[in-house]
């Protein structure tokens, strides 16, 4: 649903796993939320929904394993489209981050990466050096713990 993004009840029922009753069950509010995205909606104020349904850290599934930032934005966004919630990105979390302290900015070779501090490691988050086609990269990975903070403080983001 996240990837194809239907927006009419046809392209709908083309996602895979969607038949009748999950158009007639869910199809409405899906549909709303995509088109909020899309800037085209009938829905008179975007804000009361993100206030009276934001989604919670059980509804959105945390890891035991380390992942990326755009695994979590991929997370809370398949949410954020259920509750009919803007959708979020890794880039916008990335920096809410920066502004709480827990990565920093900095140049490396010529590049603006984002690292792990102090206060960012206590939360569970590691940066790790990778080569990606010839190049140096830095990968931050965030464990259950960093996960569980983010998602509860996605409205905040």
């Not at 038949?19 to 088109?35: D, H, S």
């Not at 850290?57 to 009919?84: F, P, W, Y």
């Not at 990105?89 to 920096?95: C, P, R, T, V």
């Not at 590691?126 to 403080?153: G, L, P, S, W």
Request: proline share 1%.
């Amino acid at each position: 649903m996240c990837l194809k993004l239907p927006t009419n009840e046809e392209e709908f029922l083309l996602v895979s796993g969607v038949g009748q009753v999950k158009l007639e069950r869910y199809g409405t509010r899906f549909l709303a939320a995509i088109n909020v995205e899309d800037g085209d909606t009938d829905l008179e104020n975007e804000d009361d929904i993100a206030d009276s349904e934001t989604p919670s850290a059980v509804e959105i599934k945390v890891s035991d394993e380390l992942v990326t930032i755009s695994v979590i934005a991929d997370r809370i966004n398949c949410m954020h489209i259920q509750k009919g919630i803007i959708k979020i990105s890794g880039q916008k979390i990335n920096d809410w981050l920066v502004c709480q302290d827990y990565l920093e900015k900095v140049e490396r070779d010529g590049k603006s990466v984002k690292i792990v501090t102090e206060l960012g490691t206590k939360l569970g988050i590691t940066t790790k050096e990778r080569i990606i086609r010839n190049e140096m990269c830095f990968i931050n990975h965030y464990d259950k713990n960093a996960q569980t903070f983010i998602v509860e403080n996605c409205t905040d983001i």
